[in-house]
């Protein structure tokens, strides 16, 4: 007997994504209205900018996040379909790659941290940070920062303060709210990484404490 082929790994319905063409510097965020056998139907970003608007047939990516980790869908543009809330008709292009390891460990962590950008300098709050990078979220909503803009991080590891140099992945935005941002760590000394990798422990550690103590 043929084994069996298992089914596509598509978002769910009412999950929430976010979706990114190639000409945009940020990804928008979205949520699935309907998933059929050849197209995804998603409600149309809310906060597009004139001209952001795709066309017939334009590459996009489709992005979200469950217990498996991150996911990525390349689609294409199908159509727009008039609603009282226009949604947008995408149609897969292949399958979705997923991201189950991660390369280096990463914990949730508080604290604020500074995005200095062409000599700009963008205060932040940090979300979590491994070896590899961290996310955080801006704290004004006009602080423009975009994918691949090179960055110096300026945040407290325990007792030392790092400024880190790295590449902007990834842009988030969600309407009214400030631009959460995912940092890619670039040239890390040694004494820079064993500062990161002790830092993620010790917040590790504090996070299980804090579970049991509940």
């Known amino acids: 007997m043929a084994d069996k082929v298992p089914p596509p790994l598509l978002p769910g319905l009412r999950e929430r994504v976010h979706v990114r063409l ?17 197209d995804i139907l998603l409600g149309a970003p809310l906060d597009l900018a ?13 992005m979200w996040e469950d217990t498996a980790g991150p996911h990525t869908l390349p689609c294409s543009f199908a ?61 004004k909503e006009d602080a423009l920062v975009g994918v691949g803009d090179l960055v ?9 303060e790092l400024d880190l140099r790295g590449r ?22 040694g004494s820079q990484a064993d500062e990161l990798r002790r830092h993620v422990f010790a917040e590790q550690a504090r996070a299980r404490s804090r579970s049991v103590a509940r």
């Not at 004139?50 to 489709?62: D, H, I, K, T, V």
Request: hydrophobic share 40%; net charge negative; glycine share 8%.
């Open 168 to 189: 902007v992945v990834q842009v988030h935005l969600e309407l009214g709210e400030p631009r959460v941002l995912a940092v890619s760590f670039l040239d890390l000394t």
């Open 152 to 160: 110096s991080c300026v945040f407290k590891a325990g007792t030392h």
């Open 22 to 38: 190639g000409r945009w510097a940020v990804s928008l965020p979205s949520i699935v209205e309907d998933v059929t056998e050849t």
């Open 50 to 62: 004139e001209g952001q608007e795709p066309s017939a047939g334009e590459r996009m990516l489709l």
């Open 79 to 139: 159509a727009v379909v008039p609603r009282e809330l226009p949604q947008w008709r995408v149609t897969p292009d292949g399958l979705a790659k997923g991201d189950q390891r991660r390369r280096h460990v990463r914990a949730a962590t508080e604290g604020a941290a500074t995005i200095v950008r062409d000599q700009s300098a963008n205060a932040a709050t940090l979300l979590d940070v491994s070896e590899g990078g961290l996310r955080c979220r801006l704290t």
